[in-house]
């Protein structure tokens, strides 16, 4: 995955025109509950995620979800938060038969206008995947710009036992509040990125701290599903990624996915 730094500022976003076509009505508006079933269509265009439940949708992600309509039908979608000063796209689709007419950009332009009005006024991000060309060119075109690269990893947590012994200079703890901050700058992570995953039920997150109780390491991960993210260390510290990789397998487990940032 990469994540992709715009480097102007929201304000001087200007996008290319929302492609009409001749006989036809496009439109944005905020998403509904309503909403529910052609988010889930539209949304098996992203790969294999999991689709949010219709619970989920309805409470946390439809008020900042933007639909496009052509002629009173979902043709896309849009789903951005604020992250501190940053705005964040989760996600952005446009249904297959209705790409390359400008719909994409006009939802971008719609979101980023949310995303002033709700005080992002600084960069917006967003993940997309190194092998989503279309995507890729899409942004760039909108003026984004790589700034990191990270990696999927997928292993058995038998293979965590292999690898070399815990580095006692590393401590692992749970993450507090009063840290977060400290930790985001330290390991580069995006300013509010740690508190968002942090605000969802369940999450654990724990912190790995060097002899002289600096940052290096983080991980936020739920126990009931497989998988940590962020799963943050830099490189060059021993003994940070098998820490924090045991610190995160819960008993029985068998299989661990984690989202690494290079
Ligand atoms: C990426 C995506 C949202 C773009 O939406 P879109 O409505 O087709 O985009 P637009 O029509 O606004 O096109 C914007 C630009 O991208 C270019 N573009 C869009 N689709 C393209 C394609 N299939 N091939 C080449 N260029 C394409 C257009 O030429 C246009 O550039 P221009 O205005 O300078 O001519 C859409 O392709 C999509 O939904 N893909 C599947 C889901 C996905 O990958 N989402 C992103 C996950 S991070």
């Known amino acids: 995955m990469m994540i992709w730094n715009r480097s102007l500022a929201l304000e001087e976003f200007v996008a290319p025109g929302f492609g009409y076509l001749p006989g036809k009505t496009d439109a944005i508006r905020g998403a509904t509950a309503n909403d529910y079933p052609a988010y889930a269509v539209l949304s098996r265009e ?12 309805a409470a946390e992600l439809a008020p900042s979800i933007l639909i496009s309509e052509r002629d009173g039908a979902p043709i896309g979608y849009v789903s951005y938060e604020k992250l501190a000063a940053n705005g964040f796209i989760r996600n952005l689709v446009v249904a297959p038969g209705a790409r390359g ?9 719609a979101a980023a206008s949310q995303l002033r009005e709700r005080g992002a ?14 995507a890729i060119r899409f942004y760039e075109r909108l003026g ?3 700034q990191y690269r990270s990696v999927v990893l997928r292993m058995p947590w038998a293979n965590l036992d292999r690898l070399p012994a815990d580095d006692t200079r590393v401590t692992v703890t749970p993450l507090s509040d009063g840290e977060v901050g400290d930790v985001e700058r330290a390991l580069g992570i995006l300013t509010g990125l740690l508190a968002r995953f942090r605000a969802r039920r369940g999450i654990v997150s724990l912190q790995l701290r060097d002899e002289q109780r600096a940052p290096v390491g983080v991980a936020c991960f ?9 799963f943050c260390h830099p490189s060059g510290v021993r003994g940070t990624a098998p820490a924090g990789a045991r610190a995160t397998r819960p008993p029985g487990r068998s299989r661990s ?5 290079e």
């Open 257 to 261: 996915t984690t989202r690494r940032r």
């Open 46 to 57: 992203l790969g294999d995620d999991p689709t949010p439940s219709a619970e989920q949708f």
């Open 121 to 134: 006024t600084d960069q917006w991000h967003l993940n997309v995947k190194t092998d989503n060309i279309v």
């Open 101 to 109: 007419s400008g719909v994409g950009a006009a939802l971008m332009t």
């Open 144 to 146: 984004m710009r790589v």
């Open 222 to 230: 739920d126990p009931g599903f497989l998988g940590a993210f962020p």
